[in-house]
């Protein structure tokens, strides 16, 4: 009697379902989670539509194919570098969950990128480059070419994007690629500035012809390169398509390769972070106390600057503050200078931005600040803790402050009302910290350690809405008399003293400085248990 022998289904049917179930089984996790799928998709869809609508229009346009080229290669570059930003948005994007099953490379690469296919994303890449592809295809060639070019162009967009996860898939998994996550808003929101002012100056220059020259180039660059091809079969020149297409094939080919390299390579060698340090490593550390520690005061100053810098660079919440506020606080000001409505007085954004670093100082240490707590048992540690913080942010803050300023400065031509908007920035600056000290000693909260995105523990956003607001109109309130004077001496015409305000102005901070730190000092002493118990919560 024989057995009945059961087909076994291919390596591909079985990662494309397995794919179909990670989403399904994705949404039942939770309401909110579907609703937000749901969402997406919606709001993707009418992007969609609406730039598949403006393409559909643009055919026949003279720089239908500047636009098609493009869209086609900012597609592929939202490909490859959104799931650095993002690795935890898929949990397919991880192959060295793989790496311990039975199979071989080519056949994992294969299997991976059918499953890739499925989804929102890959969707509507389809349909974008449809109507990129409908935008340029002309006569029957053009529309051969299409229907080449769309399925070529999308499966190379994937594979781009994969490739590069595979590649650094040790990295997006570690510390250090947590923190490219976490640094995602601040690269879009850049991004989008730079978006912004491409489009001003677009708009300035005359339209659509003069971004020709750079859809030349991008016009040669896979996957681009296969609507660059529709759009010279199109026109006849059969050669040029023909070489355009079969470079995108060809990058295909080879970015299929480069993942099943990264693919072998995962499989074989051990993640370095598994390997063990020599053993005198510690010994070295030891007894070298480093570069930094070398620089800063002794004392118990310098141990607290070192660990607060250390925070900085080590610790994503506070590197992603301290970066976004470094990178908001140029960009602002030199955007609007450079599009030519901008003020020196702009510049004040970077003391404002940075200046607000000082707040919830101990909240910034979560659950670690029982150890601080340790160390303090009178006014004065209390004082010498922080002072030292203080002075850590002032290390940098005040050098940027005037580097920010100077920049403006030159890029407006406007170095007559450098002291004076230098003294401002200043003494805003100072009075962001002198507020900040006393904040963070009055109105302490927790920051969640297990969320990227969550700044506030559930139940304490109020008391961190109060904490941020009031000392901003405090830091408001204490720069008020530097103001009158700069209004007073401009109204009065006694422009020759406006270079006081820079002396005047860096004093005056020093000083609220000074008295925020000897406010805070005693309340973080009294307070000390009620300031635990709040930055420990979540």
């Given at each position: ?20 179930s ?8 939770s ?9 997406s ?32 290669g ?10 650095l930003?993002?690795?935890?948005g ?9 790496v ?20 929102v994303?890959?969707?509507l ?21 299409a ?9 190379t ?9 595979a ?10 690629g ?6 995602s ?16 100056r677009l ?34 020149d ?35 972070s ?12 030891k ?6 520690a ?17 925070y ?7 590197k ?9 606080g ?19 954004w ?9 707040y ?10 029982w150890?601080?707590?340790q ?21 940098i ?27 401002l920035?200043l003494?805003l600056?100072g ?5 900040g ?8 909260y ?25 000392g ?9 008399p530097?103001?009158?004077?700069t209004v ?11 270079w ?15 008295a ?6 005693p ?8 300031i635990?118990a ?5």
């Open positions: 009697m024989s057995a009945a022998t059961t087909p076994v289904p291919s390596l591909t049917s079985v990662f494309v379902r397995l794919k179909l990670l989403l399904k089984n994705g949404l039942r996790q309401s909110g989670r579907t609703v937000a799928f749901v969402l998709i919606v709001v993707g869809s009418i992007v969609t539509a609406g730039i598949l609508l403006a393409l559909v229009l643009l055919r026949g346009h003279a720089d239908a194919v500047t636009v098609a080229v493009l869209l086609t900012a597609l592929a570059l939202a490909w490859a570098v959104m799931p930003f993002l690795p935890g898929d949990e397919t994007l991880d192959p060295s969950r793989l311990m099953l039975p199979l071989r490379p080519r056949q994992l690469v294969r299997a991976l990128l059918a499953a890739s296919l499925v989804g994303g890959p969707v890449t389809f349909l974008l480059t449809v109507g990129a592809a409908l935008a340029v295809a002309q006569g029957a060639a053009g529309t051969v070419l229907v080449l070019a769309v399925p070529l162009s999308t499966m967009c994937v594979a781009l994007s994969r490739a590069v996860v590649a650094n898939v040790r990295l997006l998994t570690s510390r250090k947590r923190d490219l996550a976490l640094l808003g601040l690269f879009i929101a850049v991004g989008m500035q730079f978006v912004n002012f491409a489009a001003q708009g300035q220059a005359g339209g659509l012809g003069s971004l020709e020259p750079a859809a030349t180039v991008v016009g040669w660059l896979p996957p681009a390169a296969a609507i660059g091809a529709v759009d010279s079969a199109s026109r006849g059969y050669a040029v398509a023909a070489a355009r297409l079969l470079l995108t094939a060809a990058a295909l080919v080879a970015l299929l390769y480069w993942w099943q390299r990264s693919l072998v390579r995962l499989m074989v060698e051990p993640d370095g598994t390997i063990g340090a020599a053993p005198d490593a510690g010994a070295r550390d007894a070298d106390p480093g570069r930094l070398r620089i800063l005061p002794g004392g118990r100053t310098g141990t607290v600057m070192e660990r607060s810098l250390r900085i660079w080590r610790d994503p919440k506070t992603a503050a301290w970066v976004t506020s470094l990178a908001v140029l960009i602002v000001p030199l955007f609007s200078a450079v599009q030519g409505g901008g003020s020196i007085y702009f510049a004040c970077a003391s404002g931005l940075l200046g607000m670093l000082m919830n100082q101990f909240g910034q240490d979560t659950s670690a600040f150890m601080v707590a160390t303090i048992s009178t006014t004065a540690d209390a004082y010498a803790e922080l002072r030292a913080r203080a002075l850590a942010l002032l290390s803050t005040v050098p940027f402050t005037v580097l920010v300023m100077a920049v403006t400065a030159g890029v407006l031509g406007e170095w007559a009302e450098f002291p004076e908007a230098l003294g920035s003494g600056l009075a962001m910290m002198g507020s000290a006393v904040t963070s000693a009055s109105f302490p927790s920051i969640p350690q297990d969320s990227g995105y969550k700044n506030v523990v559930p139940g304490q956003g109020a008391l961190a809405g109060f904490s941020v607001m009031g901003m109109v405090a830091s408001g309130l204490l720069c008020s530097l103001i009158a004077v007073y001496l401009h109204v009065s015409d006694q422009r020759s003293l406006l006081l305000l820079l002396p005047a102005g860096a004093l005056y901070g020093a000083l609220l400085v000074l925020g730190l000897k406010i805070a000092a309340r973080t002493a009294r307070r000390l248990p009620e635990l709040a930055v420990s919560k979540g």
